[in-house]
């Protein structure tokens, strides 16, 4: 992988930075990568090549190619970015939440030399989305809750890949979401910078997205390190529940350069306890958004995220006093709870631990009952799978089979 000198541009309010990223052992996935922000902020993006190396880094081990930078780069960053591909390196000889995790590689990176970029202006990032993360977060670094002004959150990141933004919702939830969380920070007396960005297009699409969403962030906030000298990524897991997950305490500071601190935070707290926390922060009443399927700047009321989330808001008896979930909790919606993966059914069992402690057996029950329902589901779609896939092939390959199939079936068309 070549990674060409970046180049700015100017078009209307927008300036874009970009570089040629030149896949040399499969010359088809070679892209020009860019990211774009406001005119208002080109004096501070930088043309160092620094954010489109930590974005690419993933692909690059999982193409097995080694990088070589057209530039001269931070070399704390260097050093950070060989550190980081230990930690998914690792992977590859243990267990995994996604298989294409054994695909990761250890790679050499060439450069041109080391810059130390200067020293920023005194300014802090935090990314966000509007979920429990990022508003805990957020809280945690207001001048209400932090004392020191150094570490106060000056801007909120949104990084968009240009078809949908990083967290999960339509594009025109999407705008109303943006021109919403304008208002909002702004009244905070703070401001939001979006980041837009095609690295979707860039990069393989069988990269998984909870691997890579870390590197993509912060190579992104790394176009912008003239501006910031420090930048909060807020945390998915607590210090207990960690497991393989591209964005960690351990490898998310990896992705730092002499001047562009980055600090994972929230590990401290789980989602419990943050949710109760910003339960008292009443700007969050009208703009908590955790939705997979969010419609307008409301959440669903009946996704996966949702669903948790009001199970933990109705267990503090706070629930009534949110404005952005568009139907109540009832019970059967827990029971139906599909919960799958490693990650929520370390939140389910935390919540069935909450539930307990709250003297509310109905509630255990009913997440309990999810589980095992989940399961039941998982399995028998796995076996589904194991009939399914032969079937598939053999209609491809046989003529015969394919008619014997119809005859089963009674399709004679």
Excluded at 88 to 101: G, I, T, V
Excluded at 179 to 206: A, C, P, Q, R, S
């Amino acid at each position: 992988m070549i990674i060409h000198k970046s180049k700015k541009k100017i078009k209307g309010n927008k300036v874009r930075i970009s570089s040629y990223i030149e896949i040399e052992k499969r010359k088809e996935l070679s892209k020009t990568l860019w990211f774009e922000v406001d005119k208002e902020y080109e004096k501070y993006v930088s043309k160092s090549l620094n954010g489109f190396l930590s974005s690419l880094i993933l692909q690059a081990m999982y193409l097995k190619e080694d990088i070589k930078v057209k530039d001269k780069i931070s070399p704390k960053l260097n050093y950070g970015l060989n550190l980081l591909q230990g930690y998914f390196d690792f992977w590859k000889n243990h267990e995994f939440e996604s298989p294409r995790a054994k695909k990761f590689n250890k790679v050499n990176i060439e450069t041109e030399g080391y810059e130390v970029p200067k020293k920023p202006n005194k300014n802090v990032g935090c990314t966000f989305t509007g979920g429990v993360d990022s508003f805990y977060t957020l809280w945690k670094h207001t001048p209400e809750n932090e004392p020191n002004p150094d570490f106060r959150i000056t801007h909120c990141i949104i990084v968009d890949n240009g078809k949908r933004p990083l967290f999960d919702c339509s594009e025109d939830s999407y705008d109303l979401l943006k021109e919403k969380y304008k208002k909002f920070t702004k009244k905070l007396n703070m401001k939001l910078i979006i980041i837009t960005t095609n690295i979707e297009d860039v990069l393989v699409k069988k990269l998984y997205s909870p691997e890579t969403h870390a590197t993509i962030i912060l190579g992104a906030g790394l176009i912008l390190e003239k501006l910031f000298h420090r930048f909060y990524i807020p945390s998915s897991h607590n210090y207990k529940d960690q497991i393989p997950w591209g964005s960690n305490p351990l490898t998310d500071p990896m992705i730092s350069t002499e001047n562009f601190n980055v600090i994972h935070h929230g590990c401290d707290k789980t989602r419990i306890e943050k949710t109760i926390e910003i339960a008292k922060w009443p700007e969050t009443y009208d703009n908590l958004r955790v939705c997979w399927d969010s419609i307008g700047t409301k959440n669903c009321g009946e996704c996966s995220k949702c669903i948790r989330t009001m199970v933990t808001l109705h267990l503090i008896k706070s629930l009534s006093k949110y404005n952005t979930f568009l139907k109540p909790l009832k019970r059967n919606k827990i029971r139906t709870w599909h919960i799958k993966g490693t990650d929520k059914k370390i939140f389910s069992k935390g919540l069935i631990n909450y539930a307990i402690e709250k003297n509310r057996t109905d509630i255990e029950y009913d997440i309990r009952y999810a589980i095992i329902r989940s399961n039941i589901i998982d399995l028998f779609n796995k076996v589904w799978m194991l009939i399914w896939m032969p079937s598939a092939y053999l209609k491809k390959k046989s003529k015969l089979y394919t008619k014997f199939v119809r005859i089963i079936k009674n399709d004679y068309s």
